[in-house]
Each structure stands twice: as C-alpha cells, then as structure tokens.
C-alpha cells in the first residue's frame, strides 16, 4: 500500500504544484508574557490528555470532554516567548481564509493539534468580540454541520459547532472543508491571544469529532480529486532566530526549502500517530549523562518551552545551576548565560545540541548577547502529563529547521540558518 502511494506521488510530481510559502510574524517576549506562565502550563495540560492506550502504538483520550486539539492558548502569554509568535501568520499578512467571499483570519500553524477553529458571530465571549468572528450568513458557500464539539481547559470549556465552507490556506483553496466555529470562549486567556484561532496539523487520528484536518484534506484533493495543491504529503517549518527582528520565519506545505538548513536532514520515525512524536535518547548536559523518565518527544510548533516530565526538568535545570521561583519557573542570572553548559539530545542517532542562548529565555532587564544582569528563564518547564512525553516547542525549533513527512511517517531535522 505504502508502494502504490508513494508511485501515485511520483506521477503527481510529474505536475508541480506552486509551494505554498507562508510567512510567520514574530515579536519579544516580555516579563508580562511570563506574568501568566500558570494559564500556560493549564492549557499545557490539557492539549495533552492523551494517556497510554493498551497497544503501546496508540493512545486513547483520559476523558470525553478533554480534548488535545484546537490548542488556543494565547500566544500573548509565554507561547510568544522570545520573539517569534509561535507559528501565527503575521496580522498584515493573512493568509487563512474562509467562505466566499473570503473572511480573513490570522491562525497557528500548531503541529500539536489536528483541527482549524476560529471564533464565531454566534459567540457572545468577550474573548470573540475582541478578534475577527466567521459570519456563515456571509458566505454562500458555507454548509450547516452543526456537530458540536466541547474542549476542557484550565480556564473553563471552549465550546462551538463544526461548519464546512473553501477555505484557502496559502493562496490554495480547499473545498468543502470542515471546520470549527467556537460560540464560547472561557477566560482571560482567549481574550489577549494575539491571533484568531488555531490550524492544526497533527494526525487525523487526535482531530476533534473525527474531522479531517486541513492538512490531509489537501492531500486527499491532490490526490483523489486530481486537484494539485500540494507536490508532495509533507510540509516544513522554520522559525527566524529572534535576535534580527524580521523574519518571524516560515511554513510551506509541500516542499522543503533546503537554503533554510545545512548538513543532510536528519530523520527520525513517528513513533505513535498522534502528535509528531519520536524518541529520543542520550541527553547530557555539560557532556554528563542524565536518566530521564520519558523517551519519545512530541515536535509542537504550538508550543514555546520544551515541556518535560518534573524529575526531568528537576535533572536538567539542577545541571544549569537554574533556581525555581515562586511562580514555579527556573530561572538562572542572565550574566551567567555565556557560561552555561551545552545541552545535547540525540535524535535519529544524531546528537542535537542546545547552547545556554538556545535554551534560555530573556525576559526583560538583560541580554542574551552581553553579561547584563536580569530575568532570565530557562526553556526547560516541568510538567507530569498523562503521558510520559516531552512536548518540544521553539525552543528547540527556532534552532532546527523540521520537516513533518506524513507520506513516510517521519521528522527531518536540520541546522537552521
């Protein structure tokens, strides 16, 4: 079966699609961003409450009304961190849209959920009024569904209703696509989200009420419908180092875009067709070897830090000489950021490694590039899931550049530039 999609591909190929290149908006991280680390870690929580299924190669959801996908937690709070927005399409350039004619949003690419949301004008929460709202009765291509569909967070319960409408992602339109309207938004959360809503692009097998994500419906049109959005079943995000201040980086579906990467990509297995999960194995710190509880990595571009089970984080930030606050962040002395120890996780048998600028978060009153004192926080967060997984977020993906394989079921990592 494998064969005869990767022939089909290969005939496809022969007809180039466009790649769909979107640009992504960044901006710094401030101390007030951190001010809401424990809305965070909510949201954290309950994106992934996914626990261990009885075959050790799927999972099964904790509980009905938790769901992982439709991850909105506000990218205002640490998920903006130090300085790109986590994967959301710059507000000047918008390109999500939906209905006809078309009704413009600013969404998260999010690797971490599988379904595309966006507020509603059936939605009377405070959080709607204050981003642009889907109008069904403006568009006359939309569908009534109807299904409904509740999402549990820290915060309340995200509620709405699935609708189907062309939605075009990229400049690419995609037919009769499912997609959710929320008609009730909890808690001060949603409200300062600096974007509109969520585009997952994680497996079918998480999407909410069995929806087909937006990702596979672009798939399915290139190769059911003979409709070439897409040159290949992949897509590949770069994040641009904070530090410039321009480029907030970049998404293409299907391509890789070798000038953002050097060296060969390194690939590693999906592990568990949920997340983009791999393991990993091998961590040291400052070359030392440490024992850590989990194995495999979930590769989340909706995510800032790099979540890891409390021992783990206890292990690493202990090796850093980092001190847990009051607010239950590690911290360390900015001025000791040039001196702290390299960081190294090997991945498709591949040692990738993290420098104390990689890893550490400036969060106002000091620099990365100088030995001024300050707030700095360290991008390693403890948090004891469901499952024993580590969420890998941008902090280790402003660094590497990755390309998510849903043709082959793998994750190529390469040094980003």
Request: include cysteine.
């Amino acid at each position: 079966m494998q064969y005869a999609l990767n022939l089909v591909w290969l005939l496809l190929a022969l007809v180039n699609a466009i790649p769909l290149k979107i640009a992504l908006q960044k901006r710094a991280l401030t101390a007030d961003d951190l001010a809401l680390y424990s809305l965070y870690a909510d949201a954290i929580a309950a994106k992934f409450q996914l626990q261990d299924a009885a075959d050790d190669n799927s999972l099964a959801f904790g509980a009905p009304s938790v769901s992982l996908t439709n991850f909105l937690v506000s990218h205002a709070t640490i998920l903006s961190r130090v300085g790109v927005d986590s994967l959301s399409i710059s507000l000047t350039n918008e390109y999500l849209a939906i209905g006809t004619p078309p009704q413009k949003f600013t969404v998260v690419f999010d690797t971490g959920s599988s379904n595309l949301w966006v507020p509603s004008t059936k939605c009377n929460s405070i959080a709607c009024w204050l981003h642009r709202r889907f109008d069904e009765k403006k568009s006359s291509t939309f569908k009534k569904n109807g299904t409904a569909f509740s999402i549990q967070y820290g915060t309340g319960s995200l509620e709405g209703v699935i609708s189907n409408d062309v939605v075009n992602i990229g400049g690419a339109s995609v037919t009769r696509l499912d997609f959710g309207e929320s008609v009730k938004e909890p808690g001060f959360t949603f409200a300062v989200g600096r974007f509109d809503g969520i585009l997952g692009l994680a497996y079918d097998t998480i999407a909410v009420q069995k929806v087909v994500p937006p990702f596979y419906a672009m798939v399915n049109l290139t190769l059911l419908v003979k409709q070439k959005l897409v040159d290949a079943p992949l897509f590949s995000a770069w994040l641009g180092d904070n530090a410039d201040g321009e480029e907030g980086g970049e998404i293409i579906f299907g391509a890789i875009d070798e000038t953002r990467y050097t060296g060969p990509l390194v690939w590693a297995p999906v592990v568990r067709k949920a997340y983009w999960e791999v393991e990993f194995s091998n961590v040291t710190v400052g070359g030392s070897f440490i024992e850590l509880d989990a194995t495999s990595a979930a590769i989340d571009t909706g995510s800032s830090l790099i979540i890891v089970p409390n021992t783990d984080a206890t292990a690493i930030n202990s090796l850093i000489g980092a001190k847990k606050n009051a607010q239950g962040q590690w911290t360390v002395e900015c001025s000791d950021i040039p001196n702290l120890p390299d960081i190294s996780i090997v991945i498709g048998g591949v040692p990738h490694v993290l420098t104390g600028k990689d890893y550490v978060l400036n969060v106002g009153g000091g620099s990365l590039t100088t030995t001024e004192a300050g707030s700095c926080v360290s991008g390693f967060m403890g948090m004891d899931l469901p499952i024993s997984i580590w969420v890998v977020g941008d902090v280790f993906l402003r660094k590497y550049y990755t390309v998510y394989d849903l043709g082959n079921h793998r994750v190529g990592f390469g040094l980003a530039v």
